[in-house]
Every structure is written in C-alpha cells, then in structure tokens.
C-alpha cells in the first residue's frame, strides 16, 4: 500500500477511493437510499421551521381524520398533524441512530485497536470482556437498563452506546490481526514510528471498511432497537414524538377500524428508513470488497 | 471429541462468571435499593424496613449478596418476583411452552423456505430469480415485526376478519387444534418474515462458497447426475456452517419474540419480561437476562462442538476455543 508522502503522490494514493465511490454510484439501490436519507436528515433538521403543525397542537375536534390538503398525513387521535410529529420524530430515531453509533465507533475501535495490536493479555482480557458483553440478549439487556435509568432520549443513547460497541471492536481485531505482522507495519517500525501512528496512519485505513459497513447496518438496527423500545412504551415517552411511539396508540381497535394510516404511516417510514441503510451497507460491501 | 466438548465447557466457566458479576453489577447500578418501593413509603414503620431488609440480606456484604443470589442461581434459584411473590423460574416455567410454541414453530417453517430458496438462489446466482428473492429479503430484513404484525392484524383480523388478532386460543372455548393453528397464523407469518430473509441469505452464500469448491468440479468431471452432486457433494458440505448458525439461534427461542407477544397479546417470555420492566419488578428482568445470557454460551457451546462433529478438517488441538 502506497502510502502519501507528497503531493504528487497524494493522487495516486486516493485512486482507489475514487474507484470504490464509482462503483457505490453503480449501486443503483444504494445511491437512490442514500438520497433519501439526506432528504429525511434534511427534513428531520428543519422540521420546526418546514412542518406545518405545532407537533402538540390538540384539535379535539380533527381527531383521526383522513389524510387532506390541511393535514396530509391525516390526524391521530388527539387530533394532532400526523405529518408533524413525524417530522419530529424523525430527528428522534434519527438523533438516537446518530449518535449511539459514533460513540459506538469510537468504543469499538479503541477496544478493537488495542487488542488486536498489542495481543497477549489486553488482548484476552478486552475479548473476554467483549465476549460476556456479547453473551447478554441484546433486547432485554437494553430495556432492562433504560427502565433502571427511566426512559428519556438522552439515557437511550447512553445505553445503546454502552451496549453496542462490543460487534465492532471483534470485527477490527479480526482486521488488525490479519494487518499487523505485514511487511508495510514492519517497516513503519523499523523507521521508529509511535505505536499510535502505526495504528491510526497505516494499519487503521486499511482495516477500517468491514466497521464501517458494519456501523451502516446498526444505523439501522438503532433505529429499529429504538422504535421498539418506544413502540413498548419503554423508550421515548409521549408527548415528545418518535418513529415507535407514534404506533403505541395504534393499538387499540378504534384505531385499527377507523384510521389504519396512523400506524401506517410511521412504521413505514422506519421500514424505509431501515431498508436505505440496508442498502448502503450492501453497496459499501461491493465498493470496498473487489480488490 | 469427548476431551474438546469437556475443554470447551471448562472454556466457558469464566465467561458465566463475568456474566454472573456484570447481572450483579447492573441491578447493584439501580437507584435506591430493590425495596426502595417499599422503603421509601412513609407509612411503613422503620422495624418492618429493617426486618425486611434483612430478610432479603440487604445488610450483608456486597460480596456476601453476591455469593448468595450465584449459589441461588446454580440450584435453579432464580429470585422471587416483588410483585407476585413467586419465584421467577415457576413463572419462566409457565411461560415459556408459549413462547417456544411460537419460535420453534417459525424456525422450522422459515428453514423449510429458506432452505429450498437459498440453494436455488446459489444455483442460479445473478439470475431473475435471484435479484427477486434479494429484494424479498432487503424487505424482510428491514421491516419491523411490529408494524408488519400490526399491519396484518388490521388486514387479516380487524377487515376481512379471517382469523383472530391475538391470544393463543379463542376465550371460553375448549382446546382444539384448527384454533389453536388460527391462532398462531399471524404471530408465526410475521416472525418468519424476517427469519426466512436472513436464512435465505446465510443458506445461499454456505452454497455458494461449496458450490466453487475442487470436489465439486471433480464430482461433475466423474459424471454424477446434477442432482447429487448438488446434495451428497455440495449441501451436505454447505450444512457446516449452517449448523454453527443453529447453535447460535438458541438464545433467541428464548428470548426472541419479546416484541411479537406483546403485539399478539401471546402469554409468553417476552411478555412477562416486558410487564416486568413497566412494573420495575426487577427479579423478573434479571432472572431473564441472566438465563438468556447463559442460553448464548450454551448455544455457542453446541455451535463448536457440531461444527467440530461434522467437519473432520477441523484440528481440535489448535482449534481456538471461545466463550
């Protein structure tokens, strides 16, 4: 591996990203998911300005009423816009998703880093660790700690953070140990380079791509984690809006009968929402795979 | 193999002890004691606290606590539910025929799809066929249980009220088996959905990385009818890793339909866990998690030890083992 010492060289250096990013646009249904992330990232950020409800805005007298110019996602059954609170609970899910997984890169490649290049004891210690963590029914484990913490959206993130580095930090140890006796690592300390320079200049960049593919997924398996949780009623809690919670009422027969758009609606835009980041993955797998 | 199974059961005994020492852990994490409900309510009088307390060997030794609830745990003892005062294993006991009624059955119905699919699939890899199964399971992987279980009770239940929204069997009425069937119809078709996607997808690349082997070439060069080279040479070898696969599914019988039950209103695991976790009746949450936990090593256990079993390329001396 080439590796960019001058600027004449920094090109050839990035050739082979450029060519992982030709063959991600050749991912038809990975491009097209990509854009409709960005559309829902854009709409989740801008939603108080773009939405065209107050998201706790009761109207009694609208309640569970069809889609309509007015309220084009209908209303539910506190006669609140639909369109709004989905809106809004799409900077939830998409805030939970976010943010669980950036920590949990951070988590999952110190750990990962540290037992896979230095070996022998941290090494078995950090994986045994990894390996109780990993043993614990992820569902359970996650609902039993945000009901001991109460449920809010910022001790979610806490715990899906505490619980969800450990696939990660397995995965780039695998990468690292397969990395670290090669001749480019070899010579990097032959020259006397620091062991954090190794890691993160030369053994890092190569080793990354199957973490980011797997941190892809689990932006999907959060979001889904997440809506569950509030969908149970054990995670986000009405007023404020989220992807699950917006189905919790939807459970009642009235509800079923007469208006099946308000669990429609916000379980079909997890579904999407889940299925785009599904697709990413799989592009990303195919950009970085072939060699 | 005996001396491996017996190495890799000794393996695991450190792994149950830091699962044992994380559970405790957690539930020493919980604000206020496991009695603060009860503590804290000024209208009990500070002799029945302190009895209390000690009656639960609050007042010993962290460690103490610790030794007793693992010594509780080896025995079966699983603690005792705060709010029905019974202990939790009578009550995981209860539950969970339930819930394996409903895993059990939507594992093998997803495999006898899968399996089929997934072979044809690798059979005819890139063909029309193919990117259409793909794209069933992109869609079975992403949907989420509840809504699709939501969605088909509002299709199936509630407007063309073919079958019953939720339970196992109908109120009032005898046992029989064509309700009992009616019943498990959504709840089964809903968890399959997204098990069939992911077994489909494990199936077919098992096959596809048997189905470019030398043997595989040999076999046709030799002249073997197409149909057994594909079953004697080629499943046979792709069931190898499968059979890891199986292993690691053993948690989820247990632990797996948390959600469905809740949607199908289906007295189970899942459920009891989920009321455990609204009326913060912690025993029940801890008991659960720790068995679960317990189920993933065992799993795992029978994973190495069937992948060591079927496959005599394995070096059981070099193997390395892990919890």
Same mark, same amino acid.
């Given at each position: 591996?080439?590796?960019?010492?001058?600027?004449?060289?920094?090109?050839?250096?990035?050739?082979?990203?450029?060519?992982?990013?030709?063959?991600?646009?050749?991912?038809?249904?990975?491009?097209?998911?990509?854009?409709?992330?960005?559309?829902?990232?854009?709409?989740?950020? +801008?939603?108080?300005?773009?939405?065209?409800?107050?998201?706790?805005?009761?109207?009694? +007298?609208?309640?569970?009423?069809?889609?309509?110019?007015?309220?084009?996602?209908?209303?539910?059954?506190?006669?609140?816009?639909?369109?709004?609170?989905?809106?809004?609970?799409?900077?939830?899910?998409?805030?939970?998703?976010?943010?669980?997984?950036?920590?949990?890169? +951070?988590?999952?490649?110190?750990?990962?880093?540290?037992?896979?290049?230095?070996?022998?004891?941290?090494?078995?210690?950090?994986?045994?660790?990894?390996?109780?963590?990993?043993?614990?029914? @992820?569902?359970?484990?996650?609902?039993?700690?945000?009901?001991?913490?109460?449920?809010?959206?910022?001790?979610?993130?806490?715990?899906?953070?505490?619980?969800?580095?450990?696939?990660?930090?397995?995965?780039?140890?695998?990468?690292?140990?397969?990395?670290?006796?090669?001749?480019?690592?070899?010579?990097?300390?032959?020259?006397?380079?620091?062991?954090?320079?190794?890691?993160?200049?030369?053994?890092?960049?190569?080793?990354?791509?199957?973490?980011?593919?797997?941190?892809?997924? @689990?932006?999907?398996?959060?979001?889904?984690?997440?809506?569950?949780?509030?969908? +149970?009623?054990?995670?986000?809690?009405?007023? @404020?809006?989220?992807?699950?919670?917006?189905?919790?009422?939807? @459970?009642?027969?009235?509800?079923?009968?007469?208006?099946?758009?308000?669990?429609?609606?916000?379980?079909?835009?997890?579904?999407?929402?889940?299925?785009?980041?599904?697709?990413?993955?799989?592009?990303?797998?195919?950009?970085?795979?072939?060699? | 193999?005996?001396?491996?199974?017996? *190495?890799?059961?000794?393996?695991?005994?450190?792994?149950?002890?830091?699962?044992?020492?994380?559970?405790?852990?957690?539930?020493?994490?919980?604000?206020?004691?496991?009695?603060?409900?009860?503590?804290?309510?000024?209208?009990?009088?500070?002799?029945?606290?302190?009895?209390?307390?000690?009656?639960?060997?609050?007042?010993?030794?962290?460690?103490?606590?610790?030794?007793?609830?693992?010594?509780?745990?080896? *025995?079966?003892?699983?603690?005792?539910?705060?709010?029905?005062?019974?202990?939790?294993?009578?009550?995981?006991?209860?539950?969970?025929?339930?819930?394996?009624?409903?895993?059990?059955?939507?594992?093998?119905?997803?495999?006898?799809?899968?399996?089929?699919?997934?072979?044809?699939?690798?059979?005819?890899?890139?063909?029309?066929?193919?990117?259409?199964?793909?794209?069933?399971?992109?869609?079975?992987?992403?949907?989420?249980?509840?809504?699709?279980?939501?969605?088909?009770?509002?299709?199936?239940?509630?407007?063309?009220?073919?079958?019953?929204?939720?339970?196992?069997?109908?109120?009032?009425?005898?046992?029989?088996?064509?309700?009992?069937?009616?019943?498990?119809?959504?709840?089964?078709?809903?968890?399959?959905?997204?098990?069939?996607?992911?077994?489909?997808?494990?199936?077919?690349?098992?096959?596809?990385?048997?189905?470019?082997?030398?043997?595989?070439?040999?076999?046709?060069?030799?002249?073997?009818?197409?149909?057994?080279?594909?079953?004697?040479?080629?499943?046979?070898?792709?069931?190898?890793?499968?059979?890891?696969?199986?292993?690691?599914?053993?948690?989820?019988?247990?632990?797996?339909?948390?959600?469905?039950?809740?949607?199908?209103?289906?007295?189970?695991?899942?459920?009891?866990?989920?009321?455990?976790?609204?009326?913060?009746?912690?025993?029940?949450?801890?008991?659960?998690?720790?068995?679960?936990?317990?189920?993933?090593?065992?799993?795992?256990?029978?994973?190495?030890?069937?992948?060591?079993?079927?496959?005599?390329?394995?070096?059981?001396?070099?193997?390395?083992?892990?919890?």
């Amino acid at each position: 591996m080439n590796v960019a010492v001058s600027p004449n060289n920094n090109t050839v250096a990035r050739k082979p990203k450029n060519r992982a990013w030709e063959r991600f646009k050749a991912n038809r249904m990975a491009f097209i998911s990509m854009f409709i992330l960005i559309g829902l990232v854009l709409v989740a950020v +801008l939603a108080p300005w773009i939405a065209p409800h107050d998201p706790a805005e009761q109207d009694l +007298l609208n309640k569970l009423k069809p889609p309509s110019a007015d309220h084009w996602f209908g209303t539910d059954d506190l006669g609140r816009d639909l369109l709004t609170r989905v809106m809004y609970g799409a900077r939830v899910s998409l805030a939970v998703a976010i943010f669980s997984v950036i920590f949990n890169l +951070l988590i999952g490649i110190t750990v990962g880093s540290l037992a896979g290049y230095y070996g022998g004891k941290t090494d078995s210690i950090l994986m045994r660790f990894v390996d109780i963590m990993l043993a614990f029914p @992820q569902f359970f484990l996650l609902i039993t700690v945000v009901t001991l913490l109460r449920p809010n959206l910022f001790n979610i993130i806490v715990v899906f953070v505490l619980f969800g580095w450990m696939g990660k930090s397995r995965l780039l140890r695998g990468q690292i140990l397969s990395l670290k006796n090669r001749e480019f690592v070899d010579a990097a300390r032959t020259i006397g380079m620091s062991d954090f320079r190794i890691i993160f200049r030369h053994i890092l960049p190569n080793a990354i791509a199957p973490v980011i593919i797997s941190a892809t997924l @689990q932006m999907g398996s959060m979001i889904l984690t997440e809506s569950s949780l509030s969908f +149970l009623g054990l995670g986000i809690q009405p007023p @404020q809006a989220s992807w699950g919670n917006l189905l919790q009422s939807a @459970q009642s027969l009235t509800i079923m009968t007469k208006a099946p758009w308000v669990p429609f609606i916000p379980g079909f835009m997890i579904f999407l929402t889940i299925m785009c980041f599904n697709f990413i993955g799989d592009g990303l797998r195919n950009a970085f795979d072939s060699k | 193999m005996a001396l491996y199974t017996l *190495r890799r059961l000794l393996n695991a005994i450190p792994i149950l002890i830091g699962i044992t020492i994380i559970s405790f852990a957690i539930i020493h994490m919980a604000p206020g004691s496991p009695l603060s409900q009860f503590t804290e309510d000024p209208t009990i009088k500070q002799v029945d606290k302190d009895n209390m307390i000690k009656a639960y060997g609050l007042d010993k030794p962290l460690y103490v606590q610790y030794w007793d609830w693992v010594s509780g745990l080896v *025995r079966g003892d699983l603690g005792v539910s705060l709010l029905k005062n019974q202990p939790v294993a009578d009550l995981i006991l209860e539950r969970l025929p339930n819930t394996l009624l409903l895993t059990v059955t939507s594992f093998l119905l997803s495999l006898l799809i899968a399996i089929p699919l997934g072979i044809l699939c690798a059979v005819r890899a890139h063909s029309r066929l193919d990117q259409i199964v793909s794209g069933f399971t992109f869609v079975g992987i992403s949907i989420p249980g509840f809504w699709l279980g939501l969605m088909l009770i509002i299709l199936f239940a509630v407007k063309l009220g073919w079958l019953p929204s939720g339970g196992l069997q109908t109120v009032n009425a005898d046992f029989s088996l064509i309700d009992r069937i009616k019943h498990l119809t959504l709840p089964v078709l809903t968890m399959a959905a997204g098990e069939v996607a992911i077994w489909i997808r494990y199936v077919r690349s098992s096959m596809l990385e048997v189905i470019n082997q030398d043997y595989m070439r040999t076999a046709k060069a030799k002249g073997l009818p197409g149909n057994s080279i594909l079953f004697r040479h080629g499943f046979r070898n792709a069931l190898i890793p499968l059979a890891t696969l199986f292993g690691l599914a053993l948690p989820g019988f247990f632990a797996g339909a948390a959600i469905l039950e809740q949607v199908y209103s289906i007295p189970g695991m899942g459920r009891l866990f989920i009321e455990g976790a609204f009326q913060r009746d912690y025993p029940v949450l801890f008991a659960i998690v720790t068995v679960g936990a317990f189920l993933t090593v065992l799993g795992s256990i029978l994973a190495d030890v069937a992948y060591a079993a079927l496959d005599p390329r394995v070096n059981l001396s070099k193997q390395e083992v892990r919890g």
